[in-house]
């Protein structure tokens, strides 16, 4: 084991202690705050904000055209990206879509890491709340090399300290304390993060998406970022997203 990993674990285990739920290292006031939350999340408006943004590029009924789905449709279409997309020619995320029906409509397309389009991500995927992620990595050959560069990019150890996605998020460490907060286990079937971003961060106090978050992680693993709308980090929303295949979506979610 690399001595990278040996330190992350050694203050993952000296931090660990027995806690029972998710929110661990909230303090009694940031607890009841997030209960607060829990009923009236603060990105509900930024989700009313991302629909509104829509609506200038023709709404629902606008996205479901350019998809080339019915509206009716467009829920379970929504449940099924990052997708391969042939008028794109490669596997896209659904900000990525937003972005070249923006540039399509005649308008300046918002940038990926951009608030707005954080919010308009989250308008667009609350469409297919209910629904149940439909996901498909073998559809065809651009969703299966997806897949295995997705799988490829979580298990890679980069940086100085040789540190990988799976370092700190496999059955080996899950439970264990690391930067105050619980560990989880994001390489096993059903896991359901995919399913409740973008979210809000009460740490940040804003809308994040899976893919700013996946940035985070990079971040304080002291690795090098790879850039949002990346055939990387698409690939690796792909990975992830296919770990939460049959969970219901719940847009937008609530993280710490």
């Not at 829990?38 to 023709?58: C, H, K, R, T």
């Not at 019915?70 to 794109?88: H, N, T, V």
């Not at 792909?238 to 295949?245: D, E, R």
């Amino acid at each position: 084991m690399k001595t990278g990993i040996k330190i992350a674990l050694s203050v993952a285990m000296l931090t660990s202690l027995s806690f029972g739920g998710e929110q661990f290292a909230m303090s009694d006031a940031d607890r009841a705050m997030y209960v607060e939350m829990s009923e009236n999340n603060p990105a509900d408006i930024m989700v009313a904000d991302g629909e509104e943004l829509l609506s200038y590029m023709g709404g629902d009924e606008g996205l479901a055209k350019y998809l080339g789905v019915s509206e009716d449709d467009l829920p379970a279409y929504i449940a099924g990206f990052p997708r391969y997309i042939k008028k794109f020619g490669m596997v896209v995320g659904l900000d990525q879509v937003i972005q070249a029906m923006m540039a399509d409509g005649g308008h300046k397309p918002l940038k990926l890491k951009s608030g707005n389009m954080f919010s308009i991500l989250a308008y667009v995927k609350s469409i297919a709340n209910g629904e149940k992620i439909n996901i498909d990595v073998t559809a065809n050959p651009q969703m299966k090399e997806a897949y295995a560069l997705g799988l490829k990019t979580y298990m890679t150890k980069r940086g100085g300290r040789g540190l990988s996605c799976n370092s700190c998020h496999s059955p080996d460490v899950v439970g264990r304390i690391l930067r105050t907060q619980p560990l989880p286990d994001l390489s096993s079937e059903g896991v359901k993060a995919a399913a409740t971003w973008p979210a809000y961060r009460m740490t940040k106090s804003s809308l994040r998406t899976l893919q700013r978050r996946f940035q985070g992680c990079m971040k304080n693993a002291l690795l090098k970022v790879i850039p949002i709308g990346s055939k990387q980090m698409v690939a690796l929303e792909v990975y992830l997203t296919n770990k939460a295949k049959g969970s219901e979506i719940n847009i937008p979610g609530l993280k710490r």
